[in-house]
């Protein structure tokens, strides 16, 4: 416990899932968590989990500067200041090439990657002003490897990845880290919003079942849950991980290993 005592993190995309998976484990070692989404009951519901002097509630649409310069600020003035921020907030939209829109194309890099460089842009200040801070980017395997039908999410997590490591070097002197995390199969609720047909698996299906999903695909066979990411994040924004800045920190019980 502490592992984290005494900083205060910012959590995109809290509201469910990874997000909420991390807010709670940073709050569990002594974080105090401004969690943002725009699903604002389930986001409140969390902060008030976390208790008020540990949780504060933001909404926050991350493909939005103005909104992005707000939270930043409100999170330093209520809670003092930024140690750490995770840029978790996501959305998967896949589907054949060929049939995917542009549309859809943008709105995805909108969320994935314009939110992750709003996030970065905005909190290096009140980081700076700190003496430091510790950065995470959450990506994906599908940032490291392709995959059939996932072209546009690909794009867009290969892009944190790279960008993750580039802010790194840019940001070295600072004290501020930035790193990547690649998770695997996790049981969250992404999966009840994807369009089966676009990732055919064994069996008929009116929704995706990543544990089924997993038997196939893991090399454990073992589906992933959001407390094995989270706490790779704690990892990452304690000091534990101090000597460590763009790298990858893979999650995926050896998706990417063959």
């Not at 993190?9 to 899932?17: I, N």
Request: a negative charge; hydrophobic letters at 45%; one cysteine or more.
């Amino acid at each position: 416990m502490g592992r984290v005592e005494g900083k205060v993190a910012l959590v995109t995309g809290a509201a469910s899932g990874i997000g909420r998976g991390c807010a709670l484990r940073l709050a569990e070692e002594g974080a105090r968590v401004a969690v943002t989404d725009i699903q604002d009951e389930a986001g409140q519901a969390l902060a008030d989990e976390l208790g008020t002097d540990q949780g504060l509630y933001l909404r926050h649409d991350v493909t939005d500067e103005a909104v992005w310069i707000s939270v930043v600020q409100q999170v330093v003035q209520r809670l003092g200041r930024l140690d750490v921020l995770v840029n978790n907030a996501g959305i998967g939209l896949w589907g054949p090439i060929t049939e995917f829109s542009l549309e859809d194309w943008r709105k995805q890099n909108a969320v994935n990657l314009d939110g992750v460089f709003l996030g970065v842009k905005h909190s290096i200040p009140p980081m700076r002003e700190a003496g430091g801070g510790s950065i995470i980017n959450m990506s994906s395997v599908a940032g490291l490897q392709g995959a059939a039908n996932l072209g546009g999410y690909c794009a867009t997590k290969g892009g944190v990845r790279l960008f993750t490591k580039a802010i790194a070097m840019e940001c070295a002197r600072d004290h501020i880290r930035v790193n990547s995390v690649h998770p695997g199969v996790i049981d969250t609720p992404i999966w009840t919003k994807v369009d089966p047909a676009a990732i055919p698996m064994p069996g008929d299906s009116a929704a995706l079942d990543p544990k089924v999903i997993a038997s196939a695909m893991v090399p454990t066979g073992e589906v992933g849950y959001p407390r094995d990411i989270a706490d790779g994040v704690v990892f990452l924004a304690s000091d534990e991980s101090r000597y460590m800045t763009g790298a990858e920190l893979v999650i995926d019980a050896g998706i990417t290993a063959g």
